[in-house]
């Protein structure tokens, strides 16, 4: 049985296993892996994270228990490695389009591609809302979501040279940090109401990270 300890209430699951067992190396196992991921995704935007159980997630993704077992010690760890993987393709997304951007663009616009590039992603993720909530309750994750921001944070600082802000790397990496608490929350509440995606929501996401970042501008 599953330990009663939730993953969206800010309560710690320091006390359990979250590093997965291995990942599959052949063919086969890793078609039953992915099964595993979608069916816990799907799993976790029908009945959330706390109400989900391994025994639901075998089920729905048609493989033994012990399958699911073999590459996770518990229910936690499988939405710490979603969790996980949400994160890198948000930080991923935002890398690609900060290695490729042309830099002579103004800094507004620069600003409002990296928020597209986050929302790009969000946008393909089923159970984007659920994880990104976990990503911010849960200690441990919260945790591994800011040191996933390193990356991030070094080519925004290049960036930054080239707008005339000129700061140390632990100023820089908190000024992304910030940036990256703030679009968790509007992030959320875009995806919370009647449409899938608000863009007006993302809009005003746009609006904080211009004046945030001004603000540097102007000093």
Not at 159 to 175: K, V, Y
Not at 190 to 215: H, I, W
Request: net charge negative; glycine share 6%; hydrophobic share 40%.
């Amino acid at each position: 049985m599953e330990e009663a300890v939730s993953a969206t209430s800010g309560t710690s699951v320091g006390n359990l296993n979250l590093v997965p067992r291995g990942k599959p190396k052949q063919l086969r196992a890793h078609v039953a892996f992915e099964r595993i991921l979608t069916a816990t995704a799907e799993l976790i935007c029908e009945l959330g994270i706390d109400r989900i159980t391994t025994i639901q997630v075998a089920e729905r993704a048609k493989v033994n228990v012990s399958t699911l077992y073999r590459y996770f010690p518990n229910k936690y760890a499988l939405v710490t490695y979603l969790a996980q993987q949400l994160s890198e393709r948000q930080n991923a997304a935002v890398n690609d389009y900060l290695a490729a951007v042309d830099p002579s663009l103004p800094w507004e616009q620069v600003l409002d591609g990296i928020v597209d590039a986050m929302v790009g992603v969000s946008r393909k993720e089923v159970a984007f809302v659920p994880l990104q909530r976990a990503l911010m309750a849960v200690p441990e994750l919260r945790e591994e979501y800011r040191r996933s921001s390193e990356d991030v944070s070094e080519l925004l600082t290049e960036f930054l040279r080239r707008w005339g802000i000129a700061l140390p790397p632990t100023r820089a990496r908190l000024i992304v940090t910030c940036m990256g608490e703030c679009s968790a929350g509007l992030l959320d509440l875009a995806v919370s109401g009647d449409l899938p995606y608000d863009d007006d929501v993302v809009s005003e996401l746009k609006r904080v990270f211009r004046g945030y970042v001004k603000t540097y501008i102007e000093s």
